[in-house]
């Protein structure tokens, strides 16, 4: 066998395979063997099928089978052996020379690949990224506070009614004349939240009022919703498209939602038996908490930027042309794209593999590693995420820990995980090279710093 390979810049290449009859003849007698051990052919016993009928039946497919393996071992090899570092996967040459199977000895093979450029990423305090910490005011800390306890909260019934009362009734309509309509709706024990009362004169008729008064009501001025009004009174919604004029509403009962008490059963309900005994260790903790999350969201805008930073000072030829080949030969079956598809995308995917570039020469220059602890600890952050979007935000280390280790078994989770912690890695090393134009920002401000992404 003979490899070789002809640069034709300095991005592309040509690696050729030349296959001769002694590097395959072996492997393919082995497989014929193998077949007559099993084969089984009506007038033959088990194992006793003439050897030169099995080839004649299988032996091509058999040839093409094993030299396809034989490329692909060597073409691998290869590729190790001379420590080349190249961009997707080689293909197929455009000017590789048809094969015949069935007539040759020896197969000559050419495959395109296109090497990685070289690159230089140098990192100083002189390179600015900006970094951005959001200002926790007391509207954002109450506002989390009284979204955490509420959870604990509970109904009770009340007086009068006020601007958050849950006003339970009787709805009868009304004619022209402000009497009783006759076959007109009747909605018993219906329930109205004065929160989503749109029309404030509407409001005002109900607010103060006690159980037994009587209002005069005009549900579409109120609710112009028609769902809202169908839910109201009972109907459909074609009826409630339909609902005009006024209704008197009975008041039956009336109830608000009541925060609970701050007290040290609810401390422990909210962060575990004796973590905080005071309303003021509570809201330390509860802005502590929303630092680390701030914190998180500070990161992640960092990273958008220092990727910007980074990728503007890196003047990087690509091969676009062979890598335009290999997305669409990876792309096929039901994942097919269109040259179309692929013309739409090239501007976003060469920046991801500048990036990645850039990325992958910071850990290869400053020898940047991750350890099992290391995919341990993103794998448990992971989870505590995914526990906190269901409001579990305390749960006990080891449970977290047992979540994360069950995540690693996944094959592909793990994949992802090391991925993460690797970036993780490299924007910290970022960090630490560059210098931060620190800027304390308003969470709208921040928001805002999305709206061009």
Do not use: C
Not at 68 to 88: H, M
Not at 383 to 393: K, P
Request: proline share 3%; aromatic share 8%.
């Amino acid at each position: 066998m003979n490899i070789t390979r002809e640069n034709i810049d300095e991005l592309n290449a040509v690696i050729k395979l030349t296959i001769e009859k002694s590097d395959y003849e072996t492997r393919v007698a082995d497989v014929l063997k193998s077949y007559q051990k099993k084969a089984q052919l009506p007038g033959f016993r088990p194992g006793k099928v003439p050897a030169g009928l099995l080839k004649k039946m299988y032996g091509n497919a058999i040839l093409v089978d094993e030299i396809n393996k034989l490329v692909s071992e060597k073409l691998s090899g290869y590729l190790t052996e001379n420590k080349l570092d190249i961009l997707g996967e080689p293909l197929p040459s455009e000017s590789q020379e048809p094969i015949d199977f069935d007539t040759q000895d020896s197969f000559d093979f050419a495959f395109d690949i296109a090497l990685n450029p070289a690159i230089e990423v140098k990192l100083s305090k002189r390179d600015k990224v900006p970094y951005y910490t959001i200002q926790i005011t007391d509207d954002m800390l109450d506002g989390q506070v009284k979204s955490m306890t509420s959870r604990f909260g509970s109904s009770q019934k009340v007086e009068v009614v006020g601007a958050e009362s849950l006003v339970k009734g009787d709805f009868i309509q009304l004619d022209g004349n402000g009497n009783v309509l006759e076959g007109g709706i009747v909605a018993e024990d219906a329930v109205m939240s004065l929160a989503i009362v749109k029309d404030e004169a509407e409001k005002g008729k109900l607010l103060g009022k006690a159980v037994g008064d009587e209002v005069v009501f005009e549900p579409k001025k109120s609710f112009p919703n028609d769902t809202e009004i169908s839910y109201l009174l009972k109907i459909t919604k074609e009826q409630a498209a339909e609902v005009s004029g006024e209704f008197r509403f009975v008041v039956n009962e009336i109830t608000e939602f009541v925060d609970p008490e701050l007290n040290q059963d609810l401390f422990d309900k909210l962060f575990g038996p004796g973590a905080v005994t005071s309303k003021e260790e509570m809201e330390a903790k509860v802005k502590a908490d929303l630092e680390k999350n701030f914190v998180m969201e500070s990161d992640y805008r960092f990273s958008m930027d220092a990727r910007e930073k980074l990728t503007s000072k890196i003047d990087v030829a690509l091969p676009e042309a062979f890598l335009k080949r290999w997305m669409k030969a990876t792309n096929q079956g039901e994942n097919k794209v269109t040259d179309e598809d692929i013309d739409r995308d090239m501007p976003k995917f060469l920046e991801d593999l500048k990036w990645q570039l850039v990325k992958n020469e910071i850990v290869k220059s400053n020898d940047i590693k991750i350890e099992q602890q290391d995919l341990v600890e993103f794998a448990k952050k992971s989870a505590r995420l995914q526990f906190m979007q269901y409001g579990l935000s305390n749960l006990p280390d080891e449970h977290i820990e047992s979540y994360a280790m069950d995540m690693l078994k996944n094959q592909e989770q793990g994949r992802r995980f090391a991925e993460g912690a690797i970036n993780e890695k490299v924007m910290a090393f970022i960090k630490e090279a560059v210098k931060l134009d620190e800027k304390e920002v308003t969470r709208d401000e921040f928001n805002k710093l999305f709206d061009n992404n």
